[in-house]
Each structure stands twice: as C-alpha cells, then as structure tokens.
Nanobody
C-alpha cells in the first residue's frame, strides 16, 4: 500500500519560514519524480515545485522562485519543501505528489497539510 504523509504545516507570520516533509512508503521512491502542489480556497490546485528522481533538476512556480527550495532523500524516501519569506498569498493546503512516467503513468497523493501565513 502506497502512502505519502506530509507534515510540517502550520501558522506562521509573514516573512517566516516553514519546512514541509513528505514521507513515502510502499513505493520505489527513487523511480518517482516528486512534486509539491497547493490549493487555496476557491482556487485550482497549482504545481509549486518539482524535482526529478535523481534530484538533479528542479522547477518552481514563478511566484515562489528564490523563496522555496525542493529537495529529496531517496535513501530515507523523503521529499522536502523549504519555504522562506512566506507571504499571505502562500496560504493553502500543500500536497505531496509522487509521479511515475517510465512505463505508463502513476500518481500518488498525500493527504495535504495546511499552511497559513497571517499576522
């Protein structure tokens, strides 16, 4: 049974930092690209950051470039999203996604973790 479990969300003041973690189990973690999505109330889910299975390539939503950093540890089966200089508009539920695309396509999702940026 595949599981992705996010942690690290919470309430933070503008300008603050949070580190989200995603723990994977039941999957060949190193064969999946890892992504972080977010969904704010009344808005569509958007891709925030992605990292390829090797960890050598990353991509970011324009609005988070220079503030967020995605990383992974294939030995520990963990993915991370370091979020600095947080803004109220970063408030959303953040979801971890594991994406496989070698032979067919598979996607797994975590349950989400709430991030609220407010003074």
């Amino acid at each position: 049974q595949v599981q992705l479990v996010e942690s690290g969300g919470g309430l933070v003041q503008p300008g603050g930092s949070l580190r989200l973690s995603c723990a994977g189990s039941g999957l060949a973690f190193a064969t999946y690209d890892m992504r972080w999505y977010r969904q704010a109330p009344g808005k569509e889910r958007e891709l925030v950051a992605s990292i390829l299975r090797t960890g050598r390539s990353t991509n970011y939503l324009d609005s988070v470039k220079g503030r967020f950093t995605i990383s992974r540890d294939n030995v520990k089966k963990m993915a991370y999203l370091q979020m600095n200089s947080l803004r109220p508009e970063d408030t959303a539920v953040y979801y971890c996604n594991a994406h496989y695309s070698d032979y067919g396509t598979r996607d797994y999702w975590g349950q989400g973790t709430q991030v609220t940026v407010s003074s």
